[in-house]
């Protein structure tokens, strides 16, 4: 079955930067959409940064100026590069996967999403 098993989070002071990793599992679709999704305590969840099997990229608007999503084929593992960090960037952070490509709205239709991990904090101070 497939798993998703996200790391990398941590405390970081605001300005400072991390690197959340997932490594991907049992997911044996040549079509997919993966994507980081956050949620704060008390918010909605909302959407990061996507990528497909493409190389397709969305974002957020409020972070496309400093998140990067990546991937690493060979080692089945997404990535999310956050720079210049702010408090309100304190948030559970999980990684999600679902068999489409990834569309201008796949942010915002995390339902479609039927595979997530289980999330890594990043607390920002």
């Known amino acids: 079955h497939v798993q998703l098993v996200e790391s990398g989070g941590g405390s970081v002071q605001a300005g400072g930067s991390l690197r959340l990793s997932c490594t991907v599992s049992?997911?044996?679709?040549?079509?997919?959409?993966m994507a980081w999704f956050r949620q704060a305590p008390g918010s909605e969840r909302e959407g990061v940064a996507g990528?497909?099997?493409?190389?397709?990229?969305t974002y957020a608007d409020s972070m496309k100026d400093r998140f990067t999503i990546s991937k690493d084929n060979a080692k089945n593992t997404l990535y999310l590069e956050m720079n210049s960090l702010k408090p309100e960037d304190t948030a559970m952070y999980y990684c999600?996967?679902?068999?489409?490509?990834?569309?201008?709205?796949?942010?915002?239709?995390?339902?479609?999403?039927?595979?997530w991990g289980q999330g890594t904090q990043v607390t920002v101070s």
């Open positions: 990528i497909d099997t493409t190389g397709n990229t």
């Open positions: 049992g997911y044996t679709s040549s079509t997919w959409c």
């Open positions: 999600a996967a679902r068999l489409s490509y990834c569309y201008s709205d796949s942010l915002a239709r995390a339902a479609d999403f039927g595979h």
